[in-house]
């Protein structure tokens, strides 16, 4: 499944759709002159080919200020895992492996909140 871009009008409408069709959804916030936001992009990529049961959306931060900020994000890149709905089981700043975070996606990885 491609990248779901996200921004602040349409944030509530695209968390309905995937919360209702998938488990497991990755809220990835960076901005375009970021390299690390592009690097995790890439891990992310290779994490959502393996797995369909998978939504990643990504929040341009400078293009979605006010969204920015309701999630407290202060550090780029961040993301966030949510699994069953709004359920947060991971939040993380900074470049990850993919296979940490198909660890974290399974409840295996390191600082899982479940």
């Not at 069709?21 to 936001?37: E, P, S």
């Not at 990529?45 to 202060?74: C, F, G, M, Q, W």
Request: with cysteine.
């Amino acid at each position: 499944m491609p990248f779901i871009e996200v921004n602040e009008s349409n944030i509530a409408e695209v968390l309905e759709k995937e919360f209702a069709n998938i488990r497991t959804v990755i809220m990835k916030f960076g901005t375009l002159w970021c390299n690390a936001c592009h690097a995790l992009e890439s891990e992310l990529a290779y994490v959502n080919d393996k797995h369909s049961d998978i939504a990643v959306l990504i929040i341009d931060t400078d293009e979605s200020p006010d969204l920015t900020d309701r999630h407290n994000i202060r550090l780029l890149p961040t993301f966030v895992v949510y699994k069953n709905s709004h359920t947060i089981i991971y939040r993380g700043e900074g470049l990850m492996p993919a296979q940490e975070i198909e660890a974290i996606i399974k409840g295996e990885g390191p600082d899982a909140l479940s």
